[in-house]
């Protein structure tokens, strides 16, 4: 990814500055995608001893003993990412095919050896490529950076989706303890027995918070870079479509960008959604979280039956949760929808305020 597309795309920028085509051309097609790939998986890589920690308790909680109604709504939410994961995958290497094939079609036009055939991805090698086989190799490794960014693309997120589902999944099983804390099925529970079952409650609720802040300090940075950059390829892209020229094969590049920039958003709303499901949910414009939801719980267990000195043990759980927690873009913005329309609304503001200064220009 780093050495035939995110360098040498970077280093064409250079020699075709000021054409504003060709710029949006390099940086929305593959530079800032595949650029992002690269940095989702460095941040992978780097934070791989604690992500492993993580993935290590994801298990543990798969395999210790559970209810059928606590292993049900595990099994729901992880078909929820097991459905998100194939169709973003699908999705992506549906795109990148279209623009490979496109692109071959117009390349095998050319002559071999021909100087102005173009590359599958247009950049800049410091040597000579218009020669065979050297211009057929770096053909094929573009095409293999192309499909390694895509699949660490939605490899990174599907994983943090599965994470943040996890967890939202384990909050709604301590918020059902957490309702059944006073009663079980042979009644009131003993006051031994309500300090067990409660001090478990809490050493259970404070793991889950610091899974939590974990996939939040874990990638918080990178989802900031990703907005920023899904900001910009948005407008480019969108520019690329209202400035695509009328030549043979306009209607399908138009199709391509228009499927293209519609996929990006559909990934960029689906990733802010399941992110905000980590702890949080939006309702209406106001945005209630899921952490937040344990003092409600608490709250409608019967604690009424017990004394008040074991009662008020509650209320210390009950403050904790009104701590909420939530996924953050460098601990700038929280994830949700309002972001994602924010995100759009910048794009096209950018998008129009390209549009004007090129037709100024023209």
């Known amino acids: 990814m780093l050495g035939f597309m995110c360098i040498p795309q970077s280093t064409n920028l250079v020699f075709i500055w000021g054409d504003v085509d060709m710029m949006t051309e390099n940086l929305a ?105 050297i211009f057929e190799l770096i053909c094929i490794c573009q095409i293999l950076s192309a499909y390694s960014a895509t699949v660490t693309y939605t490899g990174t997120d599907s994983f943090i989706s599965m994470l943040v589902l996890h967890v939202c999944g384990q909050f709604e099983n301590l918020r059902e303890r957490l309702k059944n804390l006073v009663n079980d099925s042979n009644g009131i529970k003993t006051s031994q027995e309500f300090k067990s079952e409660l001090r478990q409650i809490v050493m259970r609720h404070e793991h889950l918070n ?70 949080q949910l939006c309702f209406q414009g106001f945005q209630v979280f899921r952490s937040t939801e344990i003092g409600l719980s608490a709250y409608e267990s019967n604690w009424f039956n017990m004394p008040g000195k074991e009662a008020r043990n509650l209320l210390l759980i009950m403050h904790r949760s009104t701590i909420p927690l939530y996924l953050t873009a460098g601990k700038f913005s929280t994830f949700s929808l309002q972001m994602f329309s924010k995100i759009v609304r910048s794009s096209l503001g950018y998008l129009s305020v390209l549009l004007t200064v090129t037709e100024r220009k023209e």
């Open 29 to 133: 097609t593959a530079n800032i995608p595949v650029a992002n790939s690269f940095m989702k998986a460095f941040t992978i890589w780097r934070r791989r001893k604690v992500l492993k920690l993580l993935v290590n308790f994801f298990y543990q909680d798969w395999y210790m003993p559970k209810t059928s109604e606590e292993r049900t709504i595990m099994l729901k939410n992880a078909k929820i990412v097991r459905k998100i994961s194939i169709w973003c995958t699908i999705l992506t290497q549906i795109m990148v095919t279209i623009y490979i094939v496109l692109r071959i079609s117009t390349i095998i036009r050319f002559s071999p050896n021909d100087p102005a055939c173009p590359m599958l991805y247009t950049a800049y090698f410091p040597f000579d490529i218009t020669r065979s086989p």
């Open 210 to 279: 610091w899974f939590a802040k974990t996939i939040e300090e874990s990638f918080n940075m990178m989802m900031l870079i990703q907005m920023l950059s899904c900001t910009v390829q948005l407008c480019f892209q969108g520019f690329q479509v209202f400035t695509v020229s009328g030549s043979k094969i306009a209607f399908y590049q138009i199709l391509f960008m228009f499927a293209k920039t519609i996929e990006d958003s559909f990934n960029m709303m689906l990733l802010i959604q399941i992110l905000s499901c980590t702890v």
